[in-house]
T-cell receptor, first 117, second 113 residues
Framework: AQKVTQAQTEISVVEKEDVTLDCVYE???????LFWYKQPPSGELVFLIR??????QNEISGRYSWNFQKSTSSFNFTITASQVVDSAVYFC??????????????FGEGTQLTVNP | DVKVTQSSRYLVKRTGEKVFLECVQD?????MFWYRQDPGLGLRLIYF???????EKGDIPEGYSVSREKKERFSLILESASTNQTSMYLC????????????FGPGTRLTVT
């Protein structure tokens, strides 16, 4: 069975601080995919990134970066120089490979990030 | 832009009522999903569908059913609403491709009194 754990329920930072959101996953599959989504106060989840299990390169997109480490089953997300607009709930998710089963996502509990001015 | 719409943002129903939550997507996606979101539990999959008239149970299907008569529309049905079904319900869609990202609607906050 797959499982995703986001141990940080809530994080509060001051604007311009760097913040890292942790994600730890469990799966028996050798091929799988990891995702991060953002849920702003409006409620609609927004896709941020997808990584497959064979690609351990870290990725950077503007102020966002992701650190994928298979050895520790972690896929952590860092926001550099946080801004108030980054305040949201962030979800990490995992899917198996396969055309239909690969569509199913297992989500973590979510981390509520609050960036204070 | 992909658009997933849900029939209501807020809904209040009484215990025992039959409740329909509607979801429509405009991108010709094969896959559609219903999740419920509860604090501390994240999103949990109720049902999904990968084709018209096809459905598969997710992790928490008890107390729910679904209907997909047209490709663009996926309905979640609570046959007899109960207070423990008070939650945020999120619909999503995606193409039939391995691990494609899902596109989400704005959610329906259902309160059962």
């Amino acid at each position: 069975a797959q499982k995703v754990t986001q141990a940080q329920t809530e994080i509060s930072v001051v604007e311009k601080e760097d913040v890292t959101l942790d994600c730890v996953y469990e799966t028996r599959d050798t091929t799988y995919y990891l995702f991060w989504y953002k849920q702003p106060p409006s409620g609609e989840l927004v896709f941020l990134i997808r990584r497959n299990s064979f690609d351990e390169q870290n990725e950077i997109s503007g102020r966002y970066s992701w650190n994928f480490q298979k050895s520790t089953s972690s896929f952590n997300f860092t926001i550099t120089a946080s801004q108030v607009v980054d305040s949201a709930v962030y979800f990490c998710a995992l899917s198996e490979a396969g055309e239909t089963s690969g569509s199913r996502l297992t989500f973590g509990e979510g981390t509520q990030l609050t960036v204070n001015p | 832009d992909v658009k997933v719409t849900q029939s209501s943002r807020y809904l209040v129903k009484r215990t025992g009522e039959k409740v329909f939550l509607e979801c429509v997507q405009d991108m010709d996606h094969e896959n559609m999903f219903w999740y419920r979101q509860d604090p501390g539990l994240g999103l949990r999959l109720i049902y999904f569908s990968y084709d018209v008239k096809m459905k598969e149970k997710g992790d928490i299907p008890e107390g729910y059913s679904v209907s997909r008569e047209k490709k663009e529309r996926f309905s979640l049905i609570l046959e007899s609403a109960s207070t423990n079904q008070t939650s945020m319900y999120l619909c999503a869609s995606s193409p039939l491709a391995e691990a494609y990202e899902q596109y989400f609607g704005p959610g329906t906050r259902l309160t059962v009194t």
